[in-house]
């Protein structure tokens, strides 16, 4: 069974049109889950950490919840440069400090 | 934030000949590094885990003996593909904690390696 679950597996959006993402997570004592976004052929770039449920984190047009068993990254009004594959990563005891990534959502934006 | 400097970006090679890659902390020290494995349109997944001055631990899965990792200093871990094969070819990410910054991870710019 998978520990961190991303759906959709890919979205298409028109510029403009707000939507989003799920990360549902089954491990216990959460430390940490992470969004990362993530360019063809390159390595993942940080955007968020959340530890807490009930905490959220802006950056430009993404938001990013947490709740106990799930987290979502909102995209309002994404533009085609939004697009990427945004990967959801959680840290737990028995990991270390290692982080346990989804598939992640690939994300496509058209003009 | 950090950077973590990861070369080369990009390899070809023969099958049965060794690889190594090489993951630098540019501006920070980093006692642990990871290494990542990804497979086209699959998740990250994680090979191993490298610590300085130490062994590295290995997940279930993963040759130690095919993939070499060395973390002999604070801003350098190498990955070396040993007899590599075709079915190595793959995408590696090394990643590196900063202490300090929480449990915030840093990622290289991949290595795709090619076996042919």
């Known amino acids: 069974e998978d520990q961190v679950t991303q759906s959709p597996e890919a979205l298409r959006l028109q510029e403009g049109e707000s939507s989003s993402l799920n990360c549902s997570y089954t491990?216990?004592?959460?430390?940490?889950l992470f969004w990362y976004r993530q360019d063809p052929g390159k390595g993942p770039e940080f955007l968020f950490t959340?530890?807490?449920a009930g905490e959220e984190k802006e950056k430009e047009r993404l938001k990013a919840t947490l709740t106990k068993k799930e987290s979502f990254l909102h995209i309002t009004a994404p533009k085609p440069e939004d697009s990427a594959t945004y990967l959801c990563?959680?840290?737990?005891?028995?990991?270390?400090?290692?982080?346990?990534f989804g598939k992640g959502t690939t994300l496509s934006v058209s003009s | 934030g950090a950077v973590v400097s990861q070369h080369p970006s990009r390899v070809i090679c023969k099958s049965g000949t060794s690889v190594k890659i090489e993951c630098r902390s540019l501006?920070?020290?980093?006692?642990?590094m990871f290494w990542y494995r990804q497979f086209p349109k699959q998740s990250l997944m994680l090979m191993a885990t490298s610590n300085e001055g130490s062994k590295a631990t290995y997940e279930q899965g993963v040759e130690k003996d095919k993939f070499l990792i060395n973390h002999a200093s604070l801003t350098l871990s190498t990955l070396t593909v040993t007899s590599a094969h075709p079915e190595d070819s793959s995408f590696y990410i090394c990643?590196?904690?900063?202490?300090?910054?929480?449990?915030?991870?840093?990622f290289g710019s991949g290595t795709q390696l090619s076996v042919l």
């Open positions: 990643s590196a904690r900063v202490g300090g910054l929480g449990e915030k991870l840093f």
């Open positions: 491990v216990s004592g959460l430390r940490g």
């Open positions: 501006d920070f020290q980093a006692t642990t």
């Open positions: 990563a959680v840290q737990f005891p028995e990991a270390g400090t290692a982080l346990i």
């Open positions: 959340l530890y807490s």
